[in-house]
């Protein structure tokens, strides 16, 4: 990776993305970057001045040992703030905290995280709450969802260049609808027999990963990501798909994972561009 913006208002919820932010800059040798976002115009500038000051100023009592460069946003939703700072310093990562309705060691990005995800330029990595709290942070093993989809597609090679990159493990994961609930009227033999298709087409897709597991599991999609979440330091997902298995893996599933995972969450959105592919492979 080469920049990282994290999105930070002072709150406990954006120090775990600081936190994670900085966790994965270190790992990846990136340079952070923290963006604060004022969606409601001041009538002062010397007000909104403040404002900025004392956000940063929390950043740099949150990581006193770490340089980051601040950039500040006026006049838009916390979204678009982030995605325009993303877009202009071509970010490969946007990291957001998540909200205090969530339970201990749970995603709720709410509307702020669903919002960016639909325009999001880049990969956007969702803290779970009291992530600020953790020791110890590694990429030991990371899991991706995968249906075959072009935007698992992306997912997987976000996340085989990823593990890569840190030597961690890789856990695909390829979840189909139960029997009796997938509502497609598709009998489970084809599904399964599809699912297994599916994860021979992902290890014709890795390229760099050297060790990889594959799990193929019948199920709630949501929920058996977010099972396997226990397990892992990251889990990548994609953020939509089609067709019937696609639908029950990343259509709209993507949110309900983000609010049930345990573990920080990275969504690649079909607008995420990915940079330095290339650099990193060779």
Not at 247 to 268: E, F, I, T, W, Y
Request: charged residues 20%; proline residues 5%; glycine residues 10%.
């Amino acid at each position: 990776m080469n920049k990282i913006v994290i999105g930070f208002d002072g709150s406990a919820q954006s120090c775990d993305a600081l936190h994670l932010g900085r966790a994965f800059a270190e790992l990846t040798d990136a340079e952070l970057i923290v963006a604060a976002v004022l969606d409601a115009p001041f009538e002062f500038d010397t007000t909104a001045g403040r404002y900025f000051a004392s956000v940063f100023d929390a950043a740099t009592s949150e990581l006193p040992d770490r340089d980051f460069s601040t950039r500040q946003v006026r006049g838009v939703s916390v979204p678009a703030g982030l995605r325009d700072v993303a877009a202009s310093e071509q970010a490969e990562l946007v990291v957001i905290g998540s909200t205090h309705r969530g339970g201990l060691g749970r995603v709720l990005p709410g509307s702020t995280g669903e919002r960016l995800l639909s325009q999001a330029p880049c990969a956007v990595a969702v803290a779970p709450n009291d992530f600020a709290r953790h020791e110890h942070f590694g990429l030991g093993l990371v899991g991706v969802a995968f249906d075959g989809s072009d935007e698992s597609k992306l997912a997987l090679d976000f996340a085989d260049h990823l593990a890569f990159e840190l030597d961690a493990r890789l856990r695909v994961i390829t979840i189909v609808p139960a029997t009796g609930t997938n509502g497609t009227g598709i009998p489970r033999i084809i599904l399964q027999d599809r699912g297994r298709d599916i994860q021979g087409s992902a290890r014709h897709e890795l390229g760099l990963t050297a060790g990889v597991e594959f799990a193929l599991e019948e199920g709630d999609p949501a929920a058996a990501l977010a099972e396997h979440g226990i397990d892992l330091d990251l889990l990548v997902i994609g953020s939509r798909g089609h067709g019937p298995i696609h639908r029950a893996l990343l259509g709209g599933v993507s949110a309900d994972v983000m609010r049930m995972a345990p573990c920080p969450l990275l969504v690649v959105p079909r607008t995420a561009i990915r940079r330095g592919v290339e650099a990193t492979a060779s």
